[in-house]
């Protein structure tokens, strides 16, 4: 295993400590329990909570900030945050109007998520983000999985916040872009969890995995290596089958990669996803391709599509102000 | 080799148009010669023209915007522009006040730009960068070679031009950072060119190619892993020895990860270095975090460290509205 490490111990803290150095004009660090919180706190408005396990960098941590997340409660490495991270999240976050916990849907996380909600004692609801539609049960998960589409869910419901929404309006908000959107990854090559020092998975030097989870966890089949716009349609189709768009349609594309693919490559995808979306008739408006949410090293990306309302653009298009989305 | 790609020929050419479907609002394509230009040209400033081979990106294209360069030129992967991408890119972002051409030192970027020059018969200079302290000459290089320290020159000078300066202030401020900025990396795997289809370089399960170059060329030594602060200590030491500054200097740290180190890293990277530097009696006073000058997939990073001045950090704090750097 081949890291950038001290000891498995040190890794989560320590790179929290990093990031934070490194945006001290934007971001706090709370030490024990720990978690990233915005430096200038929130007045008299909704405050947005998310977290789950380290290793998707730069979510959740990279999006804390103005016009997104309040705070972001980073687990070990692909395990959940504890209750008691989330519940002094939550209470430091808390500007009188209630805290939206967002969660990406894993047992481990829905299972903490719901022990800090039994112990708040404050307003707040529950927001689950399930947009992938590879599997309906993982290795990990009841239901489908959130993957890359859980950004897209903090940056409009952060964005409807910071407007003055109340608690419901960002839960009713967030629902409904959850509801719109949908994705679909494919690796080829597995992560290395440092305390396992070893790849999650084999896979063969022309295999692909399709469908693959933002933990390595197995996807919906095996196949061998195709051309990039062959991949790109694997991709869209299930995509495209379940969110059943009238032609004509606005849609956000979100090329996402999973850490270890070069930029170069992702934006290959994004000129073949969206050349391919609008012969599908869709009118392709917003795009974010990037290294989003990631699986640490892993080779891989995934296509995110959001079926877009006014509402949604004017809540995409509103400022943010974070460590990795900035605009 | 499994990437996300078409054909070797197609890969430079459609990344490119992604890029600029991603970013619409910001940026335009030139298709023959390839290039990418501000959307909105600039009126009677300096405009910056860069470029190199492709396979180091965001660097140079995704620097496109704003309070930064006007115009990039993308060449093969690992492979200098042409002299033709130049001389167009330069005479459609020319705003009557000349052109800068920023140059890593390669010698086939020196060819190209140094072509270009001649064929140009409008106002120009060149600026050539050279951070890398790890070798004086390599397999790519007489001198020198250019590295992430290009992004912090860029910026800087990209802030001086579009505050009004003329074409020597900016050629001068471009060649103070450059002399003030020292950079040093250190690779685990190689990248795999397109065009090769196999790893650049072969490298042992526990070895490290220390002072490795961002085309994967090799550095000083091969070394057997290390722990994190280890590696950055052996990093920050000929950085240091290079600069020689006076204790209690302002200085910039840019961490850099080469395309295939997960961002928990590059964050643990800068939390251990930022506190060496600190020990070392030095104000670490601006930070940047996140894989910019990258060398496709390969997994690695770069310390670079820049010595500040009053107008250095005026002009790093200046905005910049870029595909991957704004504020």
């Not at 934007?26 to 396990?53: M, Y």
Request: net charge negative; aromatic share 4%.
């Amino acid at each position: 295993m081949k890291k950038f490490i001290n000891s498995v111990d040190d890794l989560v803290p320590d790179s929290a400590a990093g990031l934070v150095m490194a945006h001290a004009d934007l971001l706090a660090l709370n030490e024990d329990p720990l978690f990233i919180h915005r430096r200038v706190p929130k007045r008299g408005l909704v405050a947005l909570v998310s977290g789950g396990g380290s290793g998707h960098e730069p979510l959740h941590s990279g999006y804390v900030g103005h016009g997104m997340l309040d705070a972001a409660c980073p687990g070990l490495v692909f395990t959940a945050p504890v209750p008691d991270q989330i519940v002094a999240a939550a209470q430091r976050v808390d500007a009188g109007q209630g805290v939206l916990l967002i969660v990406k849907n894993y047992a481990g996380d829905c299972t903490s998520f719901q022990m800090a909600s039994d112990m708040l004692d404050i307003d707040h609801l529950t927001l689950l983000v399930n947009d992938d539609v590879a599997v309906e049960n993982s290795t990990h998960t009841t239901g489908r999985r959130g993957v890359a589409g859980t950004v897209i869910v903090e940056k409009m419901v952060g964005a409807a916040a910071e407007a003055g929404a109340d608690l419901y309006e960002c839960k009713a908000l967030g629902d409904r872009v959850n509801a719109s959107t949908t994705s679909m990854g494919i690796a080829f090559s597995s992560c290395i969890v440092p305390d396992a020092a070893a790849p999650t998975f084999d896979i063969g030097e022309g295999e692909m995995e399709v469908g693959v989870g933002i933990h390595g966890e197995p996807g919906r089949h095996r196949r061998s290596m195709m051309p990039a716009d062959k991949i790109v349609a694997m991709l869209l189709e299930p995509i495209l089958q379940d969110l059943r768009l009238e032609r004509g349609r606005q849609v956000l594309l979100h090329v996402n990669g999973f850490g270890g693919t070069p930029l170069i490559e992702l934006h290959l995808l994004n000129k073949l996803a969206t050349d391919q979306l609008r012969e599908h008739g869709l009118q392709v408006q917003r795009w974010l391709v990037g290294n989003h949410t990631t699986s640490l090293e892993m080779a891989g990306a995934s296509l995110t599509l959001t079926a877009l309302d006014d509402e949604m653009v004017s809540m995409w298009d509103a400022s943010v102000i974070t460590p990795s989305l900035r605009w």
